[in-house]
């Protein structure tokens, strides 16, 4: 690396993050434990403030909490509620996976997750720099500058992890065809499970009420797909101050967009119904997930994206454990391009799809042009509810158990 090379230009850094989320923390906390000598050239420009709200489920799988542990993270740090058990449905049937001895997924809410990771990359040594909103980017030979509402800032190498909505990708990928889902989400108070409020008159009838209350479990169910909603209805256990809640939502890939679809709501409302709750007594919220599509780049000469910035998993929207996945696989592109003085980024494409994050990104899209599509009612009944082995065989090899492949 040469001296002139990294000169700093005052308050300006070498490695420029746009966005203090998972994938722009995890970057910066992978640079970080790669190369410390790195710490005082990185700066992460976060437009909000923490804890900033960010809208999420918050469910967290093994793989999240693997690559955390390997940053010498413990996530149970965060107030969390652990789901004992997942329930993959159509039209309340399907597969229950729970993990021995463990919890299946753990639910954190995002304020709080996001906060808790700032303030570990904080005490890691790096800058992170609240209120300041990026607004434009411009990579040339020399250097990149990134324009703000605080003042231009020049760097090296600028990492786009500003989100689904971000604007790196935009600005510098303005012409790759772009896949998003749409996605609504409602919080309400936890359930009082009783069984005949859970599975009413006729599933007691039909032997539902001697099963387990509900509360612990996380529920996904894809009973809107035959009505060209290609995605799924979830329900998961929550707290907020430490108050036990449930967040309910819903997931369309837009797959069968070109179909005629219910308003999304309704599959939702329907779902909240079947347990005691009215949506229109709740607050419901909505926002973009960009998913991953293996044809589309994932950087230009000098600037490289993480997280929903290149796209979450296709199947459900999962992004924390991806954004972190992510954030591990461009830290090693960027400390070898710094060893190298060469900042075309032109193997990062190469290093995400060979890593196990770029494997179980590609079998979840596979999986997801193949499920979503093969839309009927017949198909979803044999796939949840009778294909139950293949089904987990595959999730286990091809969809889980990606965070312990990533080498840091
Ligand atoms: C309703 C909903 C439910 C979800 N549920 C789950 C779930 O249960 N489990 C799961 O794993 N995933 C879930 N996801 C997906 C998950 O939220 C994302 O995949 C994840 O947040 C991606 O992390 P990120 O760091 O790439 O982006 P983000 O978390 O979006 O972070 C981007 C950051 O960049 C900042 N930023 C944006 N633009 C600028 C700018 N111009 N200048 C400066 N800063 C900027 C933002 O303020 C933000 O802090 C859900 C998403 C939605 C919408």
Known sequence: MTKKMWHNWGM???ILIIGGGPSGLSTALHLTKLNPHLTPRILILEKMHYPRPKLCA????????????RLGLDVSEVPHVDASAAHFDFE?????????????????????????????????GIEI????????????????????????????????????????????????????????EVITP???????????????????????PRNDEAFFDFFPVPNNIAGYVWDFPTQI??????CWG?????????????PLKKPLADEMA?????????????????????????????????????????????GISMALGYGAIAAQEISESIQRSEFSFSGYKRRLVRSGLGQTLFARWVITQIIYPLKWRWFQILLWQFLKPIVIFVAWVFVLNWGKRIKI
């Open 250 to 262: 819903i997931y369309d890939t837009n797959l069968l967009a070109d179909q005629e679809r219910p």
């Open 12 to 14: 300006e850094k070498d």
């Open 129 to 184: 720099r609240e209120g300041v909103t990026v607004k434009n980017i411009t990579p040339n030979e020399d250097g990149v500058i990134v324009e703000t509402d605080q003042g231009n800032f020049r760097a090296q190498i600028v990492v786009g992890a500003d989100g689904s909505n971000g604007i790196t990708r935009r600005i510098v990928l303005p012409n790759t065809p772009v896949y998003t889902a749409r996605v609504l």
């Open 92 to 124: 309340g049937k399907g597969i229950k996976i729970s993990v021995p001895k463990s919890h299946t997924i753990r639910v954190i809410r995002r304020n709080e997750f996001d906060h808790w990771l700032a303030k570990k990359t904080r005490e890691a």
């Open 241 to 246: 101050n430490g108050e036990p809640m449930r």
């Open 274 to 318: 079947r347990h005691g709750f009215n949506l229109d007594d709740h607050e419901l919220t909505g926002h973009p997930i960009r998913w991953y599509d293996p044809f589309n780049p994932v950087s230009v000469p000098r600037v490289l994206l993480v997280g929903d910035a290149v796209g979450a998993d296709s199947i459900f929207g999962e």
């Open 58 to 69: 918050g469910g967290l799988v093994a793989d999240a909490e693997i690559i955390l542990q």
């Open 190 to 212: 936890n359930y009082p499970v009783t069984p005949a409020l859970a599975y009413g008159v006729e599933g007691i009838a039909s032997g539902k009420g001697q099963e387990r």
